[in-house]
């Protein structure tokens, strides 16, 4: 028994700290090999596919029992505040998106391709840095919320040293960690990722990421 919960204690403890700076690091190795050996379109997509299959699926699959996984992903009734939180991601990304391409100048293909990384990102986003955290600090808000909200904004380092944006790079980071905030707190109060999924779709989806894909 002590054996069991000392590598579960270990476990927990390279999952907050240790696993989100080498997801990080060996992200932006990949996106960057990716960009120099097909281009910046070709090599973001491959990054962005090699950060969702192997650091944001896999870990969630290995690290997190089939009965939780069903948990969080339960469809809970949400407050007032909860509602309100959900939708701050959104406004900031709005803000930025309007700064950077309004939407009468970007092509209604581009609007319309976006929907689909966007809620595959939302998905494995939220099942990464909100559900895998929440489900090892269920008891300690910090550890749930605040710790991977901030992996989360530096971990956006990695598209931005390949798209920066007019807003500029801090701005970003600082809105995504705010973002993370949100997000995490509806999945700490509610014990399901589903309505971050939900609010994190629409944010991406105006964030028109195949913009990104298609240069």
């Not at 809620?119 to 840095?129: Q, S, T």
Request: aromatic letters at 18%; glycine letters at 6%.
């Amino acid at each position: 028994m002590d054996l069991a919960k000392n590598l579960y204690f270990l476990r927990r403890s390279f999952i907050t700290f240790l696993f989100p700076a080498i997801l990080i690091i060996s992200n932006y190795i990949a996106v960057h090999f990716f960009t120099r050996i097909s281009g910046t379109a070709n090599g973001y997509l491959g990054g962005m596919i090699f950060y969702w299959l192997l650091w944001c699926i896999l870990p969630v699959m290995l690290w997190t029992s089939k009965t939780n996984r069903l948990l969080l992903l339960k469809v809970k009734r949400l407050n007032w505040w909860q509602i309100l939180l959900l939708i701050v991601p959104v406004v900031l990304v709005a803000g930025f998106q309007t700064m950077a391409s309004p939407v009468q100048e970007v092509p209604a293909g581009i609007i319309v391709v976006s929907a689909l990384p966007a809620i595959v990102n939302a998905v494995c986003e939220e099942a990464l840095w909100r559900g895998l955290f929440y489900d090892h600090h269920q008891a300690n808000f910090f550890y749930a919320v605040i710790v991977p909200a901030i992996w989360y904004g530096i971990w956006y380092y990695v598209p931005l040293s390949i798209h920066p944006v007019p807003a500029g790079d801090f701005y970003y980071i600082t809105g995504a960690v705010i973002a993370g905030c949100c997000w995490g707190i509806v999945t700490y109060t509610t014990r399901s990722v589903f309505w971050g999924i939900v609010s994190h779709f629409v944010a991406d989806w105006i964030r028109l990421s195949a913009i990104y894909f298609i240069q």
